[in-house]
């Protein structure tokens, strides 16, 4: 077996382990529009190696359902009619065997196909097939960690996993002095067009903490009324409290006086010690206000990033998503990949406790809409020098 195929079965086989705990039913559920059920997960990857590699490029390749394309597209108009985002948990049918099916069927093709030489622009596909999985498999544990975290019985999806394991880490804060500093993906390795346009920026200087926000600091700002002073909220921040009534990070639950929240080791009191996650950014910006500081930029953070331990909690930063300068979105469906996003999100740096191994780097740029709280997500905060 070569290295392609070896790294193939390893991570397909990682997204099938982060599916065994689950029950039958807890495949299908999709509870909100952002939550997709995790079996169509586990059928839009296949689909994604079925679409881009095995049909251009294996002769005679017999696909496994000709209405899958419409059922398991995402968001790739150059690649097809799809079904809306909010419709993904009304699929009963195929069923969670049937997925499986289709899964076996893409990797018989797909390590059939890796067993031969790639040309250079396979190779190239066949990498972001790998990290669209990866990427797939960290959705994976926000969408389940959702559908059992709103269920009222707050059932364990896994004893020995562990999100809130306290680390010591040091005190005080990394400084970035006043000048300029080279910014983006320096060439060596995968990365995401969105990383590429290595530029040089120009930084005022900003003193980033060396520790994560922790659930006890977040719960001095809720019972200080944070969420009722609007002084430390945007006027869209407002809106949405108001609209949605949220009061606190997600699963977090007040019972009898006390705080708890729901972890994949079911509903646990709340450890005041150990980082903050599921925040949106609304909150992380408000929390800042109210700290009297500010969430660092993602040039801060990325120039910080050698001397921060990062890599349990995506990191808010204060920066909207958007292109480096010569950014250039690659041509076809593949090019719909990050470019086409690049509005209304704010950018999140560093890894989770959710994330493939060799699948973070300090210039990754994830992004999201600013009142999403299901990632796994916190806050360091910074201030000007």
């Known amino acids: 077996m070569n290295q392609h195929q070896e790294k193939y079965k390893s991570i397909r086989s990682h997204s099938e382990a982060i599916c065994k705990p689950l029950q039958i039913e807890d495949y299908v559920a999709q509870p909100v529009e952002d939550v997709s059920p995790p079996k169509w997960h586990l059928a839009h990857t296949s689909w994604f190696f079925e679409t ?5 490029y294996v002769k005679a390749y017999p696909e496994f359902d000709p209405q899958y394309p419409y059922l398991f597209n995402s968001y790739y108009v150059a690649a097809g009619e799809r079904m809306l985002r909010p419709n993904r948990g009304n699929m009963t049918r195929p069923t969670v065997e049937d997925i499986y099916k289709f899964r076996a069927h893409v990797d018989k093709h797909m390590l059939a196909f890796l067993s031969g030489d790639l040309t250079n622009e396979q190779q190239e596909i066949l990498e972001i097939g790998f990290n669209h999985e990866q990427q797939h498999q960290e959705l ?7 559908i059992l975290g709103h269920n009222p019985l707050f059932p364990v999806y896994k004893i020995d996993f562990e ?3 306290i680390e010591n880490e040091a005190s005080g804060f990394v400084e970035v002095p006043k000048g300029n500093y080279t910014i983006g993906h320096n060439g060596e390795g995968f990365s995401f067009d969105n990383e590429h346009g290595r530029h040089e920026v120009h930084l005022e200087g900003a003193a980033i903490n060396k520790q994560l926000v922790t659930n006890g600091e977040y719960l001095e700002f809720i019972e200080a009324n944070g969420y009722e002073n609007h002084e430390f909220w945007h006027s869209d921040a407002r809106a949405w409290l108001d609209e949605s009534g949220i009061d606190r990070p997600l699963y977090w639950h007040k019972q009898e006086g006390k ?6 080791q079911g509903l646990k009191p709340i450890d005041e010690k150990a980082s903050l996650m599921h925040i949106s950014f609304y909150e992380a910006f408000a929390f800042a206000q109210w700290k009297g500081m500010r969430l660092p930029t993602e040039f801060e953070w990325e120039t910080a990033a050698d001397q921060l331990n990062w890599g349990k909690r995506w990191e808010h930063t204060g920066s909207a998503y958007l292109p480096y300068p010569r950014y250039k979105k690659p041509e076809g469906a593949i090019g719909e990949y990050n470019g086409k996003f690049m509005v209304n999100q704010m950018v999140l740096r560093g890894a989770s406790i959710g994330t493939p191994s060799n699948h973070s780097r300090k210039t990754y740029r994830n992004f999201f809409h600013p009142h999403l709280q299901w990632q796994f997500n916190g806050i360091r905060l910074a201030k000007d020098l």
């Open 52 to 56: 881009f590699l095995l049909k251009p």
């Open 140 to 146: 994976l544990f926000y969408d389940i960690k959702y």
């Open 163 to 165: 999100e809130y394991k």
């Open 259 to 264: 705080w708890y929240y729901y972890t994949f």
